[in-house]
């Protein structure tokens, strides 16, 4: 028969609330006797009753996160990054992908009040921002990371993807490619958006003009990547970019698949810059010139901003931008003659 909260109770001479503080921090309970009944409950294996725990209005120490898909490395990661932080504040975290597909980020919202968790990091792409404003007013606390909102008060966490863009640029044209095209995720998605922009300006103060025809949107997945670099190295050659930056690093493996299927040796054929720094970068062959995000520190911020709105430690809502740094590897080399 599995112990419950009297077991603990009566073991350690004390009233049921008494135990009730003890787990939860509260009340007048000496750092002593609070030991003594976390011993217990550990030697009796007593586990306290998330649900009860809900509907009594305490914390459940769970909180959701939604990511568009646990299969990207990226987000792998990152959720890693977001459970080890949570699992060290003694919370456990549930993980849901999206796809970005707005009615199943309704659908796990959904479900994840329903387990009435106390928060919410939000990863992944969403088009109808009033599903989180609902959220909010419905008292859930939010935090996004790698993503933003502007239009919402809420903590944030992501990585200057305008000066990784810029960097990607800079680091193409110092080996003296002019001729550079763009894989690139939809448009909506903010961090795309922002890496172009960044890219274009690097370009534009070397003099160097990006053309829309060269930034191919991809859908998130190598495959797509693949068809759409496959598409940019069938233009004839002196037409054909020397170098191609791309958003993330799947798409980077597509260019690089697609390169290998034409014939094209990289990198003394074609350059690729990728974006991310995923384990993925440097086990391709050749290991991948990227934009390294500190994926550790994403997690780790984007799980204590949210920490600090349930504790109403901290009620200012904050965007913390960390900076990437390029890393070069043995994907990218001077430009053809």
């Known amino acids: 028969m599995k112990a419950t909260i009297y077991d603990v109770a009566k073991e350690a001479g004390v009233s049921i609330a008494t135990v009730s503080n003890a787990i939860n921090g509260k009340g007048k309970v000496s750092r002593k006797r609070r030991e003594q009944i976390l011993e217990i409950m550990e030697r009796l294996q007593y586990q306290p009753s998330v649900i009860a725990s809900a509907l009594m209005g305490k914390q459940t120490y769970t909180v959701g996160m939604l990511i568009p898909d646990i299969s990207n490395p990226f987000f792998a990661e990152i959720a890693r990054a977001v459970e080890d932080r949570a699992h060290q504040e003694g919370y456990s975290v549930i993980i849901c992908s999206t796809d970005n597909r707005d009615e199943r980020v309704e659908r796990y919202l959904t479900l994840l009040q329903q387990k ?3 928060g919410i990091i939000i990863g992944t792409g969403i088009e109808d921002l009033d599903i989180l404003r ?80 060269s930034i191919a949107v991809c859908e998130y997945k ?56 995923t384990i993925l970068a440097s086990v391709t062959d050749p290991p991948l010139t990227t934009v390294a995000q500190p994926m550790e520190e994403m997690g780790r911020l984007a799980f ?14 904050q965007r913390v931008v960390l900076k990437p740094e390029l890393k070069a590897r043995r994907s990218t080399a001077p430009a053809p003659q």
């Not at 790698?146 to 200057?160: G, I, K």
């Not at 020397?242 to 990198?267: H, M, R, S, W, Y």
């Not at 204590?304 to 809502?317: F, G, I, K, P, V």
């Open 116 to 118: 009435s968790v106390d």
């Open 222 to 277: 190598v495959e797509d990547g693949k068809r759409r670099a496959l598409e940019l190295l069938a233009l004839p050659p002196e037409e054909r970019p020397t170098g191609i930056f791309c958003c993330n690093d799947l798409l980077a493996i597509g260019a690089l698949q697609a390169a290998k299927e034409k014939g094209i040796p990289v990198p003394e054929g074609l350059s690729i810059v990728g974006f991310d720094d």
């Open 304 to 317: 204590d901003r949210l920490a600090a709105c349930l504790q109403r430690r901290d009620s200012e809502r």
């Open 134 to 213: 609902r959220l909010q007013a419905n008292g859930v606390p939010l935090a996004m990371i790698a993503r933003e909102a502007p239009a919402l008060s809420v903590d944030t966490v992501v990585t200057d993807d305008e000066t990784g863009g810029r960097l990607a640029a800079e680091h193409l044209v110092s080996l003296g490619h002019r001729r550079l095209a763009v894989l690139a995720e939809s448009r909506k998605v903010s961090s795309s958006r922002e890496r172009i922009r960044g890219f274009r300006e690097g370009l534009s103060a070397a003099g160097i003009a990006l053309e829309e025809e």
